[in-house]
């Protein structure tokens, strides 16, 4: 069992950076590889990006691309996201999650746990 807890959200100005955190407890987490997904109000929650469980290999959605930067601390069992030049579409609730399901990890199939959410609002 991994219990997952995101911070670091908050309201910030286009063109600014936020770095969330997603802090993790229980077994296994260097287990795990772990994502950040989003959702925006009257919308699906969509894939950000992804990360393997050993920190080697990353994969980000178009959306984010050259923007964003997942990475994690196993030593910490923390992963991260550092948000940069953020805009006014980047805004919604940001989630993380672990898993290992299958091949799809930019489905929300592939993960067995997820946190609570922090919010991210950008303003134009």
């Known amino acids: 069992q991994v219990h997952l807890v995101e911070s670091g959200g908050g309201l910030v100005q286009a063109g600014d950076s936020l770095r969330l955190s997603c802090a993790a407890s229980?077994?296994?987490?260097?287990?795990?590889?772990m994502g950040w997904f989003r959702q925006a109000p009257g919308k699906e929650r969509e894939f950000v990006a992804h990360?393997?469980?050993?920190?080697?290999?990353?994969y980000y959605d178009n959306s984010v691309k050259g923007r964003f930067t997942i990475s994690r601390d196993n030593a910490k069992n923390t992963v991260y996201l550092q948000m940069n030049s953020l805009k006014p579409e980047d805004t919604a609730v940001y989630y993380c999650?672990?898993?290992?399901?299958?091949?799809?990890?930019?489905?929300?199939?592939?993960?067995?746990?997820w946190g609570q959410g922090t919010q991210v609002t950008v303003s134009s």
């Open positions: 990360i393997t469980w050993s920190g080697s290999s990353q």
């Open positions: 999650a672990a898993g290992r399901s299958g091949p799809y990890y930019e489905t929300s199939d592939y993960y067995n746990y």
């Open positions: 229980g077994r296994g987490f260097s287990n795990y590889a």
